[in-house]
């Protein structure tokens, strides 16, 4: 069964200092995955998707993530935090094997804070 | 602009009393979901719908309900028999691809008078 796991509940960085925000992931197959970012009081937004193209994926607002394989890791990065990225980060994999419907496995998310 | 509406953006329950939350789309997207979310934790699936007609139990099914006699639509039914329905309610579609990721309405907040 495929799994995500998020390693940290609350990540905290000053505005302008890079954002790393971490992700494993469990698969028997080759994965698909997402990162998404909540605001409050809001839906989920996709940041960028891994689907076995490149190995470093970019995505919008300045967000990049690369895939390793040996490592089962699909962290988030980004070079230089805005206050605007304050959010709650959600990577997430895909199960294209389960009854043959789009599931998605969701971590339970990262809480990124940004101070000035 | 392509995308889901979800309404209302807040609603509140009565004891006893059966609630629907509205999904549209305008996405031409075959497939639609619906999704809880509690504090502190990820998503957790519903129901799910591939095409009209048709749709499939979650991983949370009981005490809810839905229907999709239209492509576009897709309302949730919460029950009396869900006895802990306060929480934060996403609605999304995707094309039925293995792999595509799930575009998600802003979502509706459901609260217990």
């Known amino acids: 069964a495929q799994s995500v796991t998020q390693l940290d509940s609350h990540v905290s960085v000053s505005e302008g200092t890079p954002v790393l925000l971490r992700c494993n992931y469990s698969s028997s197959y080759s994965p698909s995955l997402f990162w998404y970012v909540q605001h409050p009081n809001k839906g989920l937004q996709l940041l960028l998707k891994y689907t076995s193209a490149a190995t470093l994926v970019k995505g919008i607002n300045g967000f990049e993530a690369e895939f390793k394989k040996s490592e089962t890791s699909f962290h988030l990065t980004k070079p230089s935090a805005h206050m605007s990225d304050a959010a709650e980060y959600f990577c997430?994999?895909?199960?294209?094997?389960?009854?043959?419907?789009?599931?998605?496995?969701f971590g339970a998310g990262t809480r990124l804070a940004v101070h000035p | 602009d392509g995308g889901i509406t979800q309404s209302p953006k807040y609603l509140f329950r009565k004891e006893g009393q059966n609630v629907t939350l509205s999904c549209e789309q305008n996405l031409n997207h075959d497939a639609m979901y619906w999704y809880r979310q509690d504090p502190g934790q990820g998503l957790r699936l519903i129901y799910y719908?591939?095409?009209?007609?048709?749709?499939q139990k979650g991983d949370i099914a009981e005490g809810y309900s839905v229907s999709r006699e239209k492509k576009e639509s897709f309302p949730l039914t919460v029950t009396s028999a869900q006895k802990n329905p306060t929480a934060f309610y996403l609605c999304a579609s995707s094309i039925w691809q293995g792999g595509q990721p799930q575009h998600f309405g802003d979502g509706t907040r459901l609260s217990i008078l």
């Open positions: 997430v994999v895909s199960d294209m094997f389960s009854g043959g419907y789009n599931k998605l496995i």
């Open positions: 719908s591939q095409i009209v007609n048709d749709f």
